[in-house]
């Protein structure tokens, strides 16, 4: 009887939190700090159990931080790209220092399918963006671009930032070494950082109606919630 192939991405959040510096790698120990970690690297051991135990033919990545189309905001990029255009405040938790590695995400998917037609079956790959950023540098770049393409006076966007109180589990760093995907299967991130949240810019000011549709309605309470003021 043949078995179909199970494929596992899940994000880079299982391996807890890094200090200034280092990597994780494929053998990094899993060291999730919240809850919501937790059941992804939950599901991890799951398939790994079944490939170990019955030889159920499996392949899984982890990836780091996302990016780009279609992205809902509640996450930081498509949330202040929502705010800028609106004038509202672009909430940051705690001081902004929290580092993330960003993946523009149709290198994600370009990744995901080189290894699920390449890679070896029973193997964890890690995909990251080889482009770690404080969060604060981040808005304070995206700022700048909206707003050059609002037509805006240059700090006006970074005018809006203020700061809220830091998510309970924040992993203060992550970083992903994507090394063994490079060196077996040839796959490299194809966007700088600066042109892929401009790509990404243009998107979300392009598609104002979706943007707005998905804004409505209850996110407004789950916004009001996780974003309130310290």
């Known amino acids: 009887m043949g078995f179909a192939l199970s ?10 939190s890094l200090g200034a510096t280092g990597f994780f790698t494929e053998t990094t120990a899993y060291d999730p700090r919240s809850p919501y970690s937790a059941s992804k690297a939950s599901s991890d051991h799951i398939v790994r159990a079944f490939y170990h135990t019955y030889g159920f033919p499996v392949k899984i990545s982890n990836c780091s931080n996302n990016y780009g ?3 809902f905001p509640e996450k930081l990029i498509p949330l202040c790209i929502h705010n800028i255009i609106n004038n509202k405040s672009l909430p940051i938790y705690g001081k902004g220092e929290n580092i993330r590695d960003w993946l523009y995400v149709e290198d994600h998917v370009a990744a995901i399918d080189l290894i699920f037609h390449k890679g070896k079956t029973g193997e ?10 404080t969060n604060i540098d981040l808005v304070k770049e995206l700022c700048r671009q909206m707003d050059e393409k609002l037509g805006r006076e240059k700090g006006a966007s970074e005018k809006l930032i203020t700061y809220v109180k830091d998510r309970a589990g924040h992993d203060l760093r992550y970083a992903i070494d994507a090394t063994k995907l490079k060196d077996e299967l040839g796959w490299m991130p194809s966007l700088q950082f600066e ?19 998905v ?8 916004y009001d919630k996780q974003y309130h003021k310290r």
């Open 69 to 71: 189309p279609f992205h």
């Open 7 to 16: 494929f596992l991405s899940v994000f880079c959040e299982v391996y807890g």
């Open 195 to 213: 042109e892929g949240l401009g790509k990404t810019i243009d998107w979300y000011l392009n598609n104002g109606e979706w943007l707005n549709h």
């Open 215 to 222: 804004t409505s309605g209850d996110y407004q309470s789950y």
């Open 124 to 133: 964890t790959y890690n995909i990251g963006g080889h482009n770690e950023w």
